[in-house]
């Protein structure tokens, strides 16, 4: 319906009020000759309102001539009468035309530079050290690339991990995930909190610069403010400071390796079956033959059927190649699988436990469910978990 308006709108359209004591034979004739009606309104028994386009309008005066009735153009709406209007007035026509220069101009170019998800880096700083690279406010749309953008900033903060880069209308959108850094590095010119970089139970609290806002024996939650930038005078005014601190904080890490007793191993007895398919404009055929084995292995090769340098051929030979496996079971022996689990499940820990972390307990589970070995380790630590986040951002 909304792709018929439209292009009504385009073509041009006439309301028309008819007015006589024939209405219901006139629509009728009109359909009968395909002249297309459309927001029929009945104004009452002897008037009705209607839309027509400009070619079926001339056939429609035909008609209403025919049947004795009487017509009146309300009004001429769409592109081609906005034409005729505006012809005749030239500096409205130029303005109009400017105006829309204008907008389109102006949307070529980027006007605003978001930045989402800093927290350790100013966002100044990186906004002008895009400035130094020819990306700011102003700059054309075709001069920036997304791809160079990204790279740009990962060569310059190898601590981002994550930065994705998209042009939405005027606007230049860069969202950033960053690692966690020391606190040495994030810039002291810029006032601070300190956060909780995970969850744990606060052992020990020092806060040389800011506000402590918690006590050892507390249970903080990822992203708390445990010691605020943000302090008080004597006169009830707040005044922004870079916080410095260290907060210790019982941790927990777990990891679990499931492995099943009954291992199932695949071994290539060296039966091969092959069958050939055709493949043509990424539609393939295959020429299906029963596959001799009951456990195989497919494997598929294309090669084209003309190698040409000068023309390209979408027109492919399909290799399918089935080899046959045999599954053969292996119990494995209990206490080895415990402890290869257990050494899976500690590596996997080791790779999250920050540098200079304390282990203080370690706890390790295994349990039987059907065919599975299931291991469970928990390894509690005491570490600094305080994560600066700039306050400006």
Not at 96 to 111: A, C
Not at 152 to 170: A, D, H, T, W
Not at 236 to 246: D, F, P, Q, T
Not at 302 to 324: A, G, M, Q, S, V
Request: hydrophobic share 40%.
């Amino acid at each position: 319906m909304l792709a018929i308006k439209i292009w009504n709108n385009f073509k041009g359209y006439v309301i028309i009020r008819i007015e006589g004591l024939q209405l219901e034979r006139l629509l009728n004739l009109a359909l009968s000759q395909d002249i297309y009606l459309w927001d029929v309104r009945r104004l009452n028994n002897y008037q009705v309102e209607i839309c027509v386009s400009p070619k079926g309008l001339a056939y429609l005066i035909e008609l209403i001539d025919k049947v004795g009735c009487k017509y009146e153009i309300l009004q001429k709406k769409g592109l081609p009468y906005f034409i005729e209007r505006v012809k005749h007035r030239k500096m409205f026509l130029t303005g109009f035309i400017l105006f829309f220069l204008i907008v389109f101009l102006l949307s070529s170019f980027i006007w605003k530079i978001e930045i989402n998800g800093l927290e350790q880096t100013p966002q100044e700083k990186v906004v002008e050290y895009l400035g130094d690279n020819g990306i700011m406010s102003g700059t054309p749309k075709i001069r920036i690339s997304e791809d160079e953008v990204e790279l740009l900033l990962m060569n310059e903060y190898n601590y981002f991990s994550f930065i994705e880069v998209q042009k939405k209308g005027v606007k230049l959108i860069i969202d950033i995930k960053e690692e966690t850094i020391s606190p040495e590095k994030v810039d002291r010119s810029y006032p601070a909190n300190i956060i909780a970089a995970k969850k744990g139970l606060v052992e020990k609290v020092v806060a040389r610069n800011g506000d402590a806002l918690v006590e050892a024996g507390e249970i903080v939650r990822e992203g708390q403010v445990l010691i605020s930038g943000a302090m008080l005078t004597n006169e009830s005014e707040i005044y922004l400071v870079h916080a410095e601190g260290e907060i210790l904080a019982r941790t927990r890490y777990e990891s679990e390796v499931i492995e099943p007793i009954v291992k199932k191993i695949e071994r290539e007895t060296g039966n091969i079956f092959k069958q050939k398919g055709l493949k043509i404009n990424n539609r393939g055929v295959r020429f299906i033959k029963d596959i001799p084995f009951t456990d195989y292995k497919e494997y598929i090769r294309e090669e084209k059927l003309f190698d040409f340098d000068i023309i390209d051929i979408p027109i492919n030979i399909i290799t399918y190649e089935y080899r046959e496996i045999e599954i053969e079971e292996i119990k494995q022996n209990i206490d080895t699988l415990k402890n290869s689990n257990q050494l899976k499940a500690i590596e996997e820990i080791n790779l999250q436990i920050k540098e200079g972390a304390e282990i203080v307990a370690r706890d390790i589970k295994h349990e039987i469910n059907g065919n599975n070995l299931i291991t469970n380790v928990v390894i509690e630590t005491i570490e600094e978990i305080g994560k600066k986040v700039i306050i400006d951002n």
